[in-house]
């Protein structure tokens, strides 16, 4: 059972008419930040930056098959975690993204992963503009704000494994006793995270839930950000140039959370305020356009983590 998000067709025509909307964009376009101050850019320390490597491992153990993630035999990934209790895992990389549920009594967090796709499947999906964006289903997010748009590609995917991650989510809780959630994902992994870090305190209201996504593209519209903003913990980790993040474009309606935390060329990591920040110092305001993004530094390094299995 395929997802849409495998049904894009992109054509010449298509991408260039995506590049020609994005070029002519003017360079103060989105939502103006309130603040222009120095320290509305916060550089992290050292210890602040390791504290987000065991979730890196965790994003990037998404991409390893169920039969290892079960066994949690998948290598330097889950030799990163070797605490990890798996609970559950799912999906066959093709027409269902790999997941997994566990528990991690070390951090003292229940966490569920989610794959992300090749970089080059992505940015068909991500510079296609005929998709629809579309309100997502009331049966999995009840009592939502009107107004809210997400890629449909991004909601069909998550729809094809929400209730089972979220039962896998309650038992996990239910044997650990603990009381803390942290969503993770890379990629497509990412924005299936986000939409879970918006889907699981609906089912779950009495959790504490965090999302942390790495190379996440934009989800939704406005409205989207604006609940997320309002309702998530969470951080968006982006790596120097990478081109994901920066699409769908906002000419469409999408925008981004707050959260951004930018890896420099330097490889030092800045806290941008803000969604959509526009300094040069945040993806947004780095890539400017498509011929300024690179496909390459998508997978990382996060830190020390490049994505994959």
């Known amino acids: 059972m395929a997802t849409s998000f495998y049904f894009f067709s992109v054509t010449w025509a298509t991408f260039f008419s995506f590049l020609f ?23 992290l320390s050292t210890s ?24 949690w035999n998948c290598g330097k990934n889950c030799l990163a975690n070797p605490t990890f209790k798996p609970v559950a895992t799912g999906g066959d990389g093709n027409d269902i993204q790999f997941w997994f549920v566990g528990i991690d009594p070390t951090l003292k967090t229940v966490v569920v992963g989610h794959q992300g796709t090749d970089p080059t ?11 629809i964006p579309e309100e997502l289903d009331p049966t999995l997010f009840p009592g939502l704000p009107n107004g809210i748009k997400v890629h449909n590609g991004f909601a069909d995917a998550h729809k094809e494994t929400a209730t089972d991650v979220l039962a896998a989510v309650r038992t996990a809780l239910t044997q650990s006793g603990l009381n803390t959630v942290t969503v993770v994902g890379h990629s ?43 309702n998530v913990p969470i951080d968006r980790v982006i790596n120097q140039e990478d081109i994901v993040p920066t ?51 998508h997978s990382g390094p996060y830190d020390t983590v490049i994505m994959g299995c």
């Open 121 to 131: 499947k992505i940015m068909s999906v991500l510079t296609d503009i005929d998709f």
């Open 188 to 230: 497509l992994g990412g924005a299936l995270a986000l939409l879970n870090g918006v889907y699981l305190p609906l089912n779950l209201p009495q959790v504490t839930f965090k999302t942390i996504t790495y190379g996440m593209p934009r989800v939704g519209n406005k409205a989207f950000a604006d609940y997320v903003n309002k």
């Open 247 to 297: 699409l769908p474009g906002r000419f469409l309606g999408f925008r981004h959370s707050i959260g951004e935390k930018h890896i420099q060329d330097d490889l030092s990591w800045v806290a941008c305020s803000g969604g959509d920040n526009t300094d040069k110092r945040c993806s947004t305001g780095d890539v400017k356009n498509v011929l300024e993004g690179s496909v390459k530094e």
């Open 48 to 71: 602040e930056i390791s504290a987000f490597r065991p979730f890196s491992f965790y994003a990037s153990a998404a991409y390893c098959q169920p039969a290892q993630l079960s066994a």
């Open 21 to 43: 909307h994005l070029l002519a964009l003017p360079r103060a376009h989105g939502t103006p930040l309130r603040h222009r101050r120095q320290a509305d850019f916060a550089t």
